[in-house]
């Protein structure tokens, strides 16, 4: 059964940093791309930042130079480090399997300007 567990939200100033993590399980994660999604109030879900099996990572323009993905096989855990962290950013955050229709509670990211 797969399993996703995002954690590390929470309420942040603008120019403040969190780091999201998530806890995969159910399929073989060291061979598996991931991604990092987030949904807006009112907006529809957009993929932030995919990372590869072999650590080849990918990110929404709007990210860049901000955020960096990574992932720990050992550990099942993907990550989000969020650095200068914007208004814009708030939202709910999400990881997925990149070939898997299964989407976790996510994790709520709001930040205050």
């Known amino acids: 059964q797969v399993q996703l567990a995002e954690s590390g939200g929470g309420l942040v100033q603008a120019g403040g940093s969190l780091r999201l993590s998530c806890l995969a399980s159910g399929r073989a994660f060291n061979i598996s791309a991931m991604g990092w999604y987030r949904q807006a109030p009112g907006m529809q879900r957009e993929v932030v930042a995919r990372?590869?099996?072999?650590?080849?990572?990918i990110y929404v323009d709007s990210v860049k130079g901000r955020f960096t993905i990574s992932r720990d096989n050992a550990k099942n855990t993907v990550y989000l480090q969020m650095n200068s962290l914007k208004p814009a950013d708030t939202a709910v955050y999400y990881c997925?399997?990149?070939?898997?229709?299964?989407w976790g509670q996510g994790t709520q990211v709001t930040v205050s300007s």
């Open positions: 990372i590869s099996r072999y650590g080849t990572t």
């Open positions: 997925k399997y990149l070939d898997y229709d299964y």
